[in-house]
């Protein structure tokens, strides 16, 4: 996915947000659900075993919405002002990541940002396969990056992040359908979370 493609595709399918994964569930509340990684909504593994349920859950789930060897778009942003940078560039040790964007927070979000801060968006387009991107899941699951998952054909954001995976898809009779399937992995609080 080129610069200009990525923007477009955003600006169509994603007017009312950045590409940035925490802020979707706000502003897509009709189109978001969450499942959490491990059982009991435990946030982080702490053996092999947890780690094994933890990428089998998210592998399934994004086979699931995606299919196997479906083109999807990893995108991942850096704060100007980001002490955790220099863990992204384990990032891109997995392949070449074109910067698409840079937004200027301050100028965007004037009542959240007093300073200068700027979010650079990088992305890299590949086929999903089954547990090719365990990597990336696990250093997510860890809190060491953020990244997402973006799937233009399935028009679907998988955003997984410390304890789990934030979906946004296109319909809420979909969401429902996902729901459904995946109850015993959903919060058991009303808000979703």
């Avoid at 387009?125 to 899941?137: A, H, P, Q, V």
């Avoid at 699951?141 to 953020?146: K, L, N, Q, S, V």
């Amino acid at each position: 996915m080129t610069e200009s493609e990525f923007i477009d595709y955003w600006n169509k399918e994603y007017p009312e947000s950045f590409p940035i994964n925490h802020e979707l569930k706000e502003i897509y509340p009709n189109r978001w659900f969450r499942i959490h990684s491990l059982p009991k909504s435990k946030r982080y593994a702490d053996s092999e075993d947890e780690y094994k349920i933890l990428l089998d859950r998210q592998n399934q789930l994004i086979n699931d919405l995606i299919g196997k060897e479906s083109e999807v778009t990893i995108s991942f942003g850096i704060y100007s002002n980001d002490i955790t940078s220099e863990n992204y560039e384990e990032l891109t040790d997995f392949a070449e990541f074109l910067k698409v964007l840079t937004i200027d927070l301050r100028k965007e979000r004037l009542e959240e940002y007093e300073d200068k801060m700027y979010f650079d968006i990088y992305v890299k387009t590949e086929k999903w396969e089954n547990g090719n991107r365990d990597e990336i899941l696990k250093a997510i699951a860890d809190d060491e990056i953020r990244a997402m998952f973006i799937c233009p054909s399935k028009k679907c954001i998988i955003a997984p992040y410390d304890g789990g995976i934030d979906v946004i898809i296109d319909s809420i009779e979909k969401k429902d359908r996902l729901k459904a399937k995946y109850k015993d992995w959903l919060s058991d609080r009303e808000d979703g979370m």
